[in-house]
């Protein structure tokens, strides 16, 4: 059974960091790209960020690009979003997700694997 289990989120004031953490568990991790995607109330899921299996390719969401960096560490079966210069928009639960694709995605459905989710909640 796969797992995936995010923890770092909170209440955090506009222009802070927040690190978002993710323990996968019941699959191969370093077989997997991951992913961070976010769902802000009354809108659909969005992507954030891509990590490749060996953590050495990443990709952003404009959105996300110069504040987030995505992370991973294959030996602990974690996966890492260090969230700078937060903003109000950034409020959002946000997911982690596991893909077998080999290559680049960003569509929510090419992930099969989801947490359940942590909240970021940035205050102005």
């Not at 923890?7 to 978002?20: D, I, K, M, T, Y």
């Not at 997997?32 to 990709?59: H, L, N």
Request: charge should be positive.
């Amino acid at each position: 059974q796969v797992q995936l289990v995010e923890s770092g989120g909170g209440l955090v004031q506009a222009g802070g960091s927040l690190r978002l953490s993710c323990a996968a568990s019941g699959r191969n991790f370093s077989s997997d790209r991951m992913g961070w995607f976010r769902q802000a109330p009354g809108k659909e899921r969005e992507f954030v960020s891509t990590i490749d299996r060996s953590g050495t390719s990443t990709y952003y969401a404009d959105s996300a690009k110069g504040r987030f960096t995505i992370s991973r560490d294959n030996a602990k079966n974690a996966l890492y979003l260090q969230m700078n210069s937060l903003k109000p928009e950034d409020t959002a639960v946000y997911y982690c997700a596991a893909t077998s694709a080999p290559f680049l995605v960003t569509s929510q459905h090419n992930y099969g694997y989801w947490g359940q989710g942590t909240q970021v909640t940035v205050s102005a």
